[in-house]
């Protein structure tokens, strides 16, 4: 099968995107998840922040001798608030810088030359809650993002998500939520998708759930110790400098990184996560300004290892 058909399948069947109980801050759940379902147990009012770090090992490009890999640094801060009856505001801001290091970007951009290795992402998420009784709630929000080089025109680096959908609980541990999510793309067609987010509670220490466009499994082996298997689809855009062989062009990478990993809770505010796993499904895209392609190739699948720390206040 096709890398990047199966990344997109997975994306349509399990892009839960912060809907019904999951209430997360961002499509991005391969730092950390600070932002959590109202089942959770934290108090009204809560405010999250979470560093985390994620090395990508170095990939081949196909059909090159190019290789890159990169190192991504990332911030999360987010709340969730009950506004009123039955109505809770879910709110997080967000940044990330990604370094990327190529050799040989030559052979697979034709000769062209990469203007900026140091990327960046920013972005706002809002998303509210309505609970209509005990079985129905409906959901509604977005997100707008910035993503692209130091140098590049601001004006052109944003990027927006929104979706609706309506929760049914079918039991206290079991829930499904249909909606759908519109999300848009530098340089391409926007795309609306149809999505599905899940909760399930299989157990006391078994749960499945939507994170994003993706899904995870935990197992809670202790009070303080819980250990998930996690997999997303990840696309990233990014607006290169505005001059320059590829001046004001798009870099796009899509992926799917598949991870296992560990939480530590030495208290109720702090965690400590750490992850390992691979990326699959890679691919880069350039855009010209304009939309016509420069290139766009598959990428080897890579290893990848992770950490993050959530503190709660």
Known sequence: MNPRFFSFSLMILLAGVT??????????????????????????????????????????????????????????????????DGFVLTAAVEAEWSQYDFTQFTSVADGLELPESDLFRAGVTAFGMYEWNDSWEVVAGGSLSWGGASDADVGDGFGGMGILGVTY??????????????????????????????????????????????????????????????GLYRPRDFRLAAEGELASSVLRDRSFPVSVGIEWKPTARVTATAFGGAILGGSLQFKEDGGEDIFEEDYDVTPMVGGSLMILF
């Open 19 to 84: 809907v019904g109980r999951a209430g997360t801050a961002g499509p991005d759940r391969e730092v950390t998840e600070p932002l959590t379902p109202s089942s959770s147990g934290r108090p009204a009012g809560w405010l999250a922040v979470a560093p985390g770090f994620t090395h990508q090992f170095e990939a081949n490009v196909d059909s090159s001798d190019t290789t890159f890999a990169v190192d991504r640094w990332r911030v999360e801060a987010g709340t969730r608030v009950p506004l009123a």
């Open 169 to 230: 609980r079918f039991s206290p541990v079991f829930s499904l939520t249909p909606a759908v999510l519109a999300l848009s793309r530098m340089e391409d067609d926007a795309l609306i998708i149809p999505v599905l987010g899940v909760e399930w509670e299989m157990s006391d220490a078994w749960k499945l759930r939507s994170i994003g466009p993706g899904a995870e499994l935990t197992w809670q082996a202790a009070d303080q110790w819980e250990f998930f298997l996690r």
